[in-house]
């Protein structure tokens, strides 16, 4: 398998700008996780999916901030409008239900908001 | 409120010159300890999971073991290549969710 998916790697963008970030999970894989990575608070989940149904949303920072599963083998994180405090990198991670909740992440996208 | 600590924030240790990096922990029933490894510019990559106190784990030079309040990541005779980020997340039995702690950066120098 090629793993977990994401695209594009990095994102350039100005403030006020709609940004979309996309995931392909690990294909039979039934759970899907988007983090936001920074130096000042690390790791954190802002959403996930549990056949395709968002489960947590409570890490979304703002209502800037949307996700979206329309079928199993994709997720978009969509930013609208863009700061440059959104600035990070964003993860996505997938699993299996069978698999003792082992999370298996993509390369990320590093997004930087001018 | 679920919570992960991690100690120390940087480790430098010269190649052969074994140490352990610490995760201090609290929540609300204990689903899973967890430990991954992240290079720079790439995301986590598993290495462990630890479910109960007692438990251990090894795999090549690394050795996880789990307490009822800490989970320590044992490194024996480091190498150069073993230089990365090393962050422990616990799961609660009540959420399908990962919190993760801010990480230990090793360097192991040659």
């Known amino acids: 398998d090629a793993g977990v998916i994401q695209s594009p790697r990095h994102e350039v963008t100005e403030m006020g700008q709609e940004v979309t970030l996309r995931c392909k999970p690990i294909?039979?894989?039934?759970?899907l996780f988007w983090y936001r990575q920074t130096m000042m608070r690390g790791l954190e989940l802002l959403i996930y999916?549990?056949?395709?149904?968002?489960?947590?949303d409570s890490g979304m920072p703002e209502d800037r901030f949307s996700a979206k599963m329309p079928n199993a083998s994709f997720s978009t994180l969509k930013i609208q409008p863009s700061e440059p405090r959104d600035s990070a990198v964003y993860f996505c991670?997938?699993?299996?239900?069978?698999?003792?909740?082992?999370?298996?992440f993509g390369a990320g996208t590093r997004l930087s908001v001018l | 409120e679920d919570q992960v600590t991690q100690s120390p924030e940087a480790l430098r240790l010269q190649e052969g010159e074994s140490s352990s990096l610490n995760c201090s922990y609290t929540?609300?029933?204990?689903?899973?300890l967890f430990w991954y490894r992240q290079d720079p510019g790439k995301g986590p990559e598993f290495l462990f999971t630890?479910?109960?106190a007692g438990e251990e784990k090894e795999k090549e030079r690394l050795k996880a073991t789990l307490t009822k309040k800490e989970s320590f990541l044992h490194i024996t005779a480091p190498k150069p290549e073993d230089s990365a980020t090393y962050l422990c997340?616990?799961?609660?039995?009540?959420?399908?969710?990962?919190?993760f702690g801010q990480g230990t950066t090793l360097q192991v120098k040659p």
């Open positions: 991670a997938s699993r299996s239900g069978l698999a003792k909740n082992i999370q298996y």
């Open positions: 929540v609300s029933g204990l689903r899973g």
């Open positions: 630890l479910y109960s």
């Open positions: 999916f549990n056949n395709n149904v968002p489960i947590d």
């Open positions: 997340a616990v799961q609660a039995s009540n959420t399908g969710k990962l919190i």
């Open positions: 294909s039979g894989h039934d759970y």
